[in-house]
């Protein structure tokens, strides 16, 4: 079957879309956040909300778009065994499943979020500003992750190549132990120091500071190329499981951006509670390797794509499991003072 949204015909609707994206962002920092402030639990809890609501109004148009469109496409007509009301469900779904799972891949990562802003002591009210800018990097660098990979994807050993990876990432995922972050061992740090003159005090909101008439990179800077780079590691896993779920470029490229357009309000939202979901990682680590089975065995079974209908439910049950096992499973070290 032919694409559903191929890129010569929808090119607009890239431009059209990261044009939206900007927007949302600039009015973001533009606005509501010019002045540099600790972001509350309440106010990020609404900008959660808000994140969530505009993904799935987004959803719902695409799914409207598609019911109107498909059945009028000619590229479509008299394609045997072509629904396009099936396929605009579908087409629903998988965005849903990419945004779900985009999201999930996240909260396991916020931790190391958090780490980046204890070592290099960035306060609160600064750390809205840092996540925003890292937020726009990642958002430039996943639109170059999802442009390869739907060159790559094509390809049914890269296919099932991806599979086997995030496999292998699933079950080091379950069973590693945790291991602590620390940046000072980083060679990313050794690196940025050697290239970049750093101060190791702030400069209220600047990222970089001229001092004697040279400049210098703020921690500011410093701790913003360190999330740019965990996003960069992030992806490696999260792209793929998107594909893994759809074939579909457009699917993957805007479920990819609004989940990531949440990061900020899910860090705010998550960095007081994160030892709270100690079992998530288990959840995740269950997505990582149905996608890869997904991928490698299951969709040869189900005549090329395995059932988007299942995959959410499955998805679904793993996270609100984890989730659920968190909050009535406490941490071991919780468990052990109570006793």
Not at 79 to 87: N, S
Not at 303 to 327: K, M, N, R, Y
Request: proline share 5%; hydrophobic share 60%; glycine share 6%.
């Amino acid at each position: 079957m032919p694409a559903l949204f191929p890129l010569a015909e929808y090119w607009w609707f890239y431009l059209c879309f990261t044009a939206f994206i900007m927007a949302l962002l600039a009015l973001d920092l533009g606005l509501f956040h010019r002045k540099a402030h600790e972001v509350p639990f309440r106010e990020a809890l609404v900008w959660g909300v808000v994140w969530v609501a505009l993904a799935l109004a987004f959803n719902y148009l695409l799914y409207r778009y598609a019911l109107w469109k498909f059945p009028i496409d000619p590229r479509f007509a008299g394609l045997a065994g072509f629904d396009p009301q099936a396929a605009a469900g579908k087409v629903a779904l998988e965005f849903l499943a990419g945004y779900i799972v985009e999201y999930s891949l996240s909260v396991d990562n916020m931790f190391v979020f958090l780490i980046i802003f204890q070592y290099f002591a960035i306060p609160p009210k600064y750390q809205h500003r840092v996540l925003f800018y890292g937020i726009v990097g990642a958002l430039v660098l996943r639109a170059l992750f999802i442009a390869a990979g739907a060159v790559l994807m094509r390809y049914h050993w890269v296919t099932v190549a991806f599979g086997v990876l995030l496999i292998y990432t699933a079950i080091k995922m379950a069973t590693a132990e945790e291991a602590a972050v620390d940046p000072d061992k980083s060679l990313l740090l050794k690196l940025v120091r050697r290239v970049i003159p750093t101060t190791r005090e702030l400069h209220l909101a600047r990222f970089v500071v001229r001092i004697d008439g040279r400049l210098f990179a703020t921690p500011l800077l410093v701790s913003l190329l360190f999330l740019e780079f965990a996003d960069m590691v992030f992806a490696l896993d999260s792209v793929p499981a998107i594909f893994g779920i759809t074939k579909e470029p457009l699917v993957v490229f805007t479920s990819n951006m609004f989940a990531i357009l949440g990061l900020r309000t899910l860090y705010f939202l998550l960095a007081g509670a994160a030892q709270r979901f100690h079992l998530l990682k288990y959840g995740v680590a269950a997505v990582l390797l149905f996608v890869g089975l997904k991928m490698v065995w299951l969709n040869g079974h189900f005549e090329g794509q395995f059932p988007i209908s299942w995959s959410l439910a499955i998805i679904g049950a793993c996270i609100g499991t984890a989730v659920a096992a968190s909050i009535l499973v406490p941490p071991r070290e919780a468990s052990d003072a109570s006793d």
